[in-house]
């Protein structure tokens, strides 16, 4: 039996319609789904379970150690001056830890790290929390589009010989690529002025 024209017509859009609400709704959110999955919290401990900080770039290695004695400054530079630490600064780092998370994960053999500029890289956080344990965050070099950082968190290979590389905030380059004036606490010129002294008029002599 040869079905009409216009009916065949309406069957094929009907079946053009139902694969582009099957693509564009059902499988989209489930596309969204795996993206969201894939998205996880790169460290699980908190900002006050963290007491040292160990900042390596290829032009510094910084050693923070948080306050014991008072919360303000927070924070302590230990090494390579010895001082107060820029609270904002230190902060601002502090905060990508503990709730930064990675885009994705990619399982990569680990003689492909140079790939990702991670064998030599930019930058290197290691964290020391106050029940010593400890962690490590690498940092290599920026995705094809530059909107991501590729990186490694306590790098271990897995028994298939692979290590899990992340797709990180660039953020995070942004937080410790800086020179040590900048970790530093600034100073407060208002406290060390002198006081202003107004001089008095001079009497003038009346005619």
Same mark, same amino acid.
Do not use: C
């Given at each position: ?76 530079i ?7 630490? !820029? ?5 601002y780092?502090?905060?990508? $830890?503990?709730? @930064? #998370? +990675?885009?994705r994960?990619? %399982? ?17 956080? !290691? ?9 490590? $965050?690498?940092? @290599? #070099? +920026?995705?094809?589009?530059? %909107? ?34 900048e970790?530093?606490q ?22």
């Amino acid at each position: 039996m040869k079905l009409p024209r216009t009916t065949l017509i309406l069957i094929l859009l009907a079946l053009g319609l139902g694969g582009f609400v099957y693509f564009s709704e059902i499988r989209g959110a489930s596309v969204r789904e795996e993206n969201k999955e894939q998205k996880q919290q790169i460290f699980s401990f908190r900002e006050d379970d963290v007491q040292s900080l160990t900042v390596k770039t290829k032009k510094l290695t910084l050693n923070l150690e948080r306050n014991r004695e008072s919360s303000n400054p927070k924070w302590l530079i230990k090494s390579p001056i010895s001082g107060s630490a !820029n609270d904002a600064i230190v902060s601002y780092l502090m905060d990508l $830890l503990v709730k @930064g #998370k +990675s885009e994705r994960t990619l %399982s990569t053999p680990a003689k492909d790290l140079a790939e990702f500029a991670l064998d030599q890289p930019q930058a290197t956080i !290691n964290i020391t929390l106050k029940n010593r344990q400890s962690h490590q $965050l690498i940092l @290599g #070099k +920026s995705n094809f589009n530059g %909107s991501l950082l590729y990186a490694l968190t306590d790098p271990a290979t897995k028994p298939n010989g692979n290590i899990n590389v992340l797709l990180v905030s660039t953020d995070f380059a942004n937080a410790v690529n800086r020179e040590l004036s900048e970790w530093k606490q600034p100073v407060d010129n208002s406290q060390k002025l002198p006081p202003l002294i107004i001089p008095k008029p001079s009497p003038t002599n009346s005619k």
